[in-house]
């Protein structure tokens, strides 16, 4: 039997999670888009029953609210949008009070968390050599509201944590209709070298996202989609 899934949040990414939710044994009960839920105020018990697990892809703006409100129902969640982190110990704390269960990340591509695994062993081995300096840069869509993006940020963060301490330059483009291309570099006096992870399409973030949420049934507390990546069906 399928699950219920509410899409919170109904821009491009939301339209592509409900056209694919079938394929991972969903059947979308509720949208709510930016009219529907102002404050977070669409998001009620009453709308929110025979739902299972909702996915959140709408704005920094409004994704933290939207995502403590769903906590207090008791409705896991993953959340895709990115911008709002500086709220996550107010959301991990609405979590853990609730029993809910919630997924979140900057990017829900499999391919770009394995790329981040990728970079964090680079930067480890390159942090040995003082010569090469480090640069990350991305580009997404016009239409993109935080930049730098949520994965630049978080691979750089990936990078201090593998023992790369010194200074990373970051930038960021904004043009068109590009899904994503997240960019890190090392440059010597010598040589450079460069790793790059580019999207085709916004499928594969929309996959994981619905993976995280068969996934989240049933759990509980808060979680980085790079920590389940191994547990994923």
Avoid at 21 to 46: C, K, M, S, W
Avoid at 145 to 162: I, N
Avoid at 173 to 185: A, L, N, Q, Y
Wanted: net charge positive.
């Amino acid at each position: 039997m399928a699950k219920g899934l509410a899409i919170v949040g109904y821009g491009k990414m939301g339209r592509l999670i409900e056209s694919l939710a079938p394929q991972h044994g969903f059947e979308v009960r509720l949208r709510l888009d930016v009219a529907d839920n102002p404050g977070g105020t669409g998001i009620t018990a009453e709308k929110f029953r025979g739902v299972d697990v909702a996915i959140e892809f709408s704005s920094p703006a409004t994704a933290a609210e939207n995502v403590r409100r769903l906590a207090a129902l008791k409705i896991n969640t993953v959340v895709g949008a990115t911008g709002w982190y500086d709220e996550l110990p107010s959301v991990r704390a609405a979590v853990e009070s609730s029993g809910a269960g919630v997924v979140y990340g900057p990017n829900f591509s499999v391919g770009v968390n394995l790329f981040m695994q990728v970079v964090a062993e680079a930067a480890r081995r390159f942090a040995l050599h003082a010569d090469y300096h480090a640069w990350g840069w991305e580009m997404h869509h016009a239409q993109k509201k935080d930049a730098p993006s949520g994965t630049l940020l978080k691979l750089a963060e990936r990078m201090r944590a593998s023992g790369y301490n010194r200074p990373m330059d970051l930038s960021s483009s904004r043009v068109g209709s590009v899904p994503g291309t997240h960019e890190i570099g090392f440059d010597s006096p010598a040589d450079t070298i460069t790793l790059r992870h580019t999207a085709r399409s916004r499928e594969g973030f929309a996959h994981g996202a619905l993976r995280a949420a068969r996934w989240v049934i049933g759990k509980k507390g808060l979680y980085e989609f790079h920590e389940i990546l191994g547990e994923l069906g």
